[in-house]
């Protein structure tokens, strides 16, 4: 049995902490956070931080871009002045004092009520687009203002983009809708400006409405995760609604559109996409996505940029069968407009499941969307257990190898992971896992059986995370099978969160002031059996296949202060000695892909995509612009060529499924489905015929 085994999820929940903490004297609130959050941090989180000058200094540039990431309000005085109190933080962090943080919230709120009056001032009058003017709109690249007036002027070309922008929206749904009816009514340029002006106009007001609803709650919930975000990018302060919201999205049950969203920098930010959700069938919208704008149906739709997390949600969330779009800025900085009709997750294909590819071999194809366990050991489904039931009904239909594919899989149990690895491996270790002290605990296979010994290829990409690379790290790493991905390396996310209660600190006589909120620490490190961590790393493809976004850097290294990569001892592992050779398989699936029509369209659209993410500043000229704009859509109207059917792609249901499916309607329309999405999956069929040449 395998010990403490609660503590062995990749998956957040609440619990008792095991350390002591003094009591505090205060009875404010606030100060009771500040106290119990950084006792937290210090006794429980794996790296723990001193609170020092650096640490200050860290905060301060973190606090300042959540107050203003867009740089709309503050100027270079206005930051320099603040900077000015940073001697403050230390004491104000460690004491449960908010002299800095009161300051900052008097001087934005001051700030926010001026620049209103500057876009209802400036959208009186309309845009001239004949003027060679460019907008900066990466606003990392950007910097504060050096006057109000400057500012102003920075609010002026916002606008006149944001006006500019609809103008060419507006006038390519009327040429469309044109084109299907003589009777609509074409308006000219200076019509559709003065629409667009009010439109822009009713959008900020809208806006405005929303950053005045932010209340010293909010605020102050912003000021201690500018705290937690200095430990890492997972370790996280929780108000008690906040939390409320985190639980409501874990659990993946309600109508919607099935995507954990996150609020960040005024964003919001998609994390991860439910399986079997609206967004994971639809397949457009990705981890990493920042929702900009929802609509319902063919509505206006509503900007939601510093829009609080609940309140985009109740917009993004629905009745099953309504229609969302969402209006997406992908990584590498292009806007999309994703439509979905909402609808509940359907349980069965978050399932494992698997078909017969059949060609030059016969090659049972394995599809695990998580991995899913069943933590209440009262018999529902295990991954573990699922795969080693598809493996078996692979077997007897006596297939030449099998594809795992774990391709946007974000993880799950890791007890599962042990048991599944074991399910190719005879006994022995599988991953290791280190807390802040003590010598690493490795976990072992101690089942000296092997399920399946045939070939065996695992597929990933950047979204692969967590159990997901520590699944494909064992195999890699005994050499039992050969990784292909769809971008540099795997996610990199080899840490483990626990929850804490800060309620459960708190003295009985303060329970006044409860509740407190809960906070999310990063408790435990995750290394490969070679000694590697897959923390930031991830795992590294054996082959690595071209997508539009894999020269782009994605991933846990893209986040604030993420946790480092380091190295210790290997386990004691034998690995195995492969009938095949990695470095020929290699070698023929690159020179494949040098003369594959549609892998040199993705290495050319990556590498435009690198370019475009890299080349932020846009023309507020208005043929420009339209120039600009087509270009972009010629670009990416090359990649529709992909969306077809490849050929040679034979795919069967299992004899053991068929007559289940056959029978039933719904699960026979979900199959058509599934086989028409594989027989589009290039990546797949370039996996299949590496699986070919495996001996």
Not at 198 to 204: D, G, T
Not at 420 to 429: D, Q, T
């Amino acid at each position: 049995m395998l010990k403490n085994k609660k503590l062995l999820f990749l998956i957040p929940f609440a619990a008792l902490a095991f350390f002591s903490y003094t009591v505090i004297t205060q009875t404010d609130k606030e100060e009771a956070i500040d106290q119990f959050l950084i006792q937290s941090l210090t006794n429980s989180h794996y790296q723990p931080k001193t609170i020092n000058d650096d640490f200050a200094e860290k905060f301060f540039k973190i606090y300042i871009q959540r107050i203003d990431y867009n740089k709309k309000f503050l100027t270079q005085d206005d930051v320099e002045n603040l900077k000015k109190m940073q001697r403050y933080i230390v004491d104000d962090i460690k004491s449960g004092h908010f002299i800095f943080f009161n300051k900052s919230c008097d001087l934005i709120n001051k700030r926010i009520a001026e620049s209103q009056e500057y876009y209802t001032e400036i959208l009186k009058k309309p845009f001239d687009f004949t003027n060679d003017e460019t907008l900066q709109l990466d606003a990392e690249k950007l910097t504060f203002a050096k006057s109000k007036s400057d500012l102003k002027e920075s609010w002026r070309k916002s606008l006149k983009y944001q006006t500019l922008s609809r103008i060419v929206e507006m006038k390519d749904s009327q040429e469309k809708a044109k084109e299907k009816s003589d009777t609509v009514k074409i308006k000219s340029i200076k019509e559709l400006e003065i629409e667009a002006r009010k439109k822009v106009l009713k959008s900020n007001d809208d806006w405005f409405k929303r950053l005045k609803k932010l209340d010293h709650n909010d605020r102050i919930a912003s000021y201690f995760n500018s705290i937690t975000a200095i430990y890492d990018p997972h370790t996280e302060y929780f108000a008690p609604k906040d939390k409320a919201n985190f639980d409501i999205g874990m659990s993946g049950q309600l109508e919607g559109i099935g995507a954990q969203l996150q609020e960040k920098d005024g964003f919001i930010k998609v994390t991860t996409i439910v399986p079997g959700s609206a967004s994971w069938r639809q397949g457009q919208l990705k981890a990493g996505d920042i929702i900009i704008k929802v609509a319902q149906g063919e509505a206006e739709p509503v900007d939601i940029t510093d829009m609080q997390l609940d309140d985009a949600v109740q917009l993004i969330r629905g009745k099953k069968g309504t229609e969302v779009r969402l209006t997406v800025k992908k990584p590498d900085a292009s806007i999309v407009v994703i439509t979905l009709i909402r609808d509940i997750v359907v349980m069965e294909e978050t399932f494992a499941k698997s078909v017969i590819l059949k060609g030059e071999k016969k090659i049972g194809y394995i599809k695990l969307p998580s991995f899913y366990a069943d933590f209440n050991g009262k018999g529902g489904h295990s991954c573990s257990r699922d795969v080693k039931k598809e493996i078996e009904k692979l077997k007897e239909e006596k297939v030449d190898g099998i594809i795992l594919d774990l391709r946007n899989n974000g993880g799950g149990s890791l007890n599962d992971v042990v048991d599944m690895a074991g399910l190719f491996i005879e006994k022995g270790p599988v991953v290791q896992v280190k807390s802040r002290t003590g010598v690493p605990y490795v976990m072992d296979d101690k089942d000296p059986a092997i399920v399946y010994d045939g070939p065996l290829t695992i597929m990933v990409n950047s979204n692969s995370a967590s159990a997901s690379e520590i699944m494909a790290a064992a195999i890699q790493d005994y050499k039992r099978g050969i990784i292909v991905g769809t971008s540099q390396s795997t996610f990199g996310k080899g840490t483990v969160q626990r929850f804490f209660d800060l309620d459960e600190y708190l003295p009985k006589q303060y329970d006044s002031i409860k509740p407190l909120g809960q906070v999310k620490i990063t408790t435990q490190k995750f290394y490969r059996i070679n000694g590697d961590a897959t923390q930031l790393k991830g795992v590294i493809p054996d082959i690595i296949l071209p997508d539009p976004y894999y020269l782009l850097d994605q991933g846990e290294k893209e986040q604030d202060y993420p946790i480092a990569w380091d190295e210790i001892a290997a386990s004691n592992y034998q690995p195995l000695q492969p009938t095949y050779s990695l470095e020929k398989l290699k070698a023929n699936s690159a020179n494949r892909l040098k003369s594959n029509s549609s892998f040199i369209l993705l290495e050319d659209a990556a590498k435009r995509l690198k370019k475009q993410k890299d080349s932020t500043v846009v023309s507020l000229n208005f043929d420009k612009y339209v120039t600009e704009k087509k270009h972009s859509e010629a670009e990416s109207k090359k990649m529709e060529v992909l969306d077809k059917e490849i050929p040679g792609i034979e795919i069967r249901s299992l004899k053991t499924s068929a007559p289940v499916i056959e029978g039933d309607t719904v699960k026979s329309s979900k199959e058509k489905e599934w086989f028409k999405n594989i027989k589009k999956d290039i990546y797949l069929n370039e996996t299949i015929t590496i699986m070919n040449e495996m001996k």
